[in-house]
């Protein structure tokens, strides 16, 4: 199986400071046939599923404010959000779907 | 709009029985992979099972093989979990999963 290794665990940014959240795979989640990174990020508040924010590595899902940008190829891969808002604060993970699905540990997010 | 809607979660005795229910609407539910996982209280999310349109192909977390049987019917738009021999460790909640697009979620608890 991948294994998928998220960074930090924690993570404390001021309001409208940029805080960025890395995702490593243990092996390429690269499809080679159309250049397309199986990997997602998701945000999880509590008492809530899991919200897709960011699929194929990079494509925002409709309606995510674009402060939220995923970046990353292969095995190394970044969820940045730019300017951190109060309702940002949540558990972050990331998610490779290339194989058998596997997620990282998450990432927590909040106000310093 | 993806919607995927489960029930069945509920409260069993270690080494009870329990069926997930999973109904699918906004897509084509006989053409598309379904996911469960699952999140055990205060902790990480877990791949469980998948199984193709067809139903033909199935697989399975090796914590849960020869215990869970995951099954569709595409006439009714529904994916289920059958859950035998439950153990202390699938306490959490359960979650029907389709292209990254998560339901809310139903809540297994297996305690004495």
């Known amino acids: 199986d991948i294994v998928m290794t998220q960074s930090p665990d924690s993570l404390a940014v001021s309001l409208g400071e940029r805080a960025t959240i890395n995702c490593k795979s243990s092996q390429s989640v690269l499809h080679t046939s159309t250049n397309k990174n199986s990997l997602a990020w998701y945000q999880q508040k509590p008492g809530q599923p899991p919200k897709l924010l960011i699929n194929w590595a990079s494509t925002r899902e409709s309606g995510v404010p674009d402060r939220f940008s995923g970046s990353g190829s292969g095995t190394d891969f970044t969820l940045t959000i730019s300017s951190l808002q109060a309702e940002d604060v949540a558990v972050y993970y990331c998610h490779q779907y290339f194989s058998t699905p596997t997620f990282g540990g998450g990432t927590k997010v909040e106000i310093k | 709009e993806v919607q995927l809607v489960e029930s069945g979660g509920d409260f069993v005795q270690p080494g009870g029985s329990l069926r997930l229910s999973c109904v699918a609407s906004g897509f084509t539910f006989s053409g598309s992979w379904m996911t469960w996982v699952r999140q055990a209280p205060g902790k990480g999310l877990e791949w469980v099972a998948h199984?193709?349109?067809?139903?033909?192909?199935?697989y399975y977390v090796d914590s849960v093989k020869g215990r869970f049987t995951i099954s569709r019917d595409n006439a009714k738009n529904s994916l289920s979990l059958q859950m035998s021999s439950l153990r202390a460790e699938d306490t959490a909640m359960y979650y029907c999963?389709?292209?990254?697009?998560w339901g809310q979620g139903t809540l297994v608890t297996v305690s004495s």
């Open positions: 999963v389709r292209d990254c697009r």
């Open positions: 199984i193709s349109p067809d139903g033909g192909q199935k």
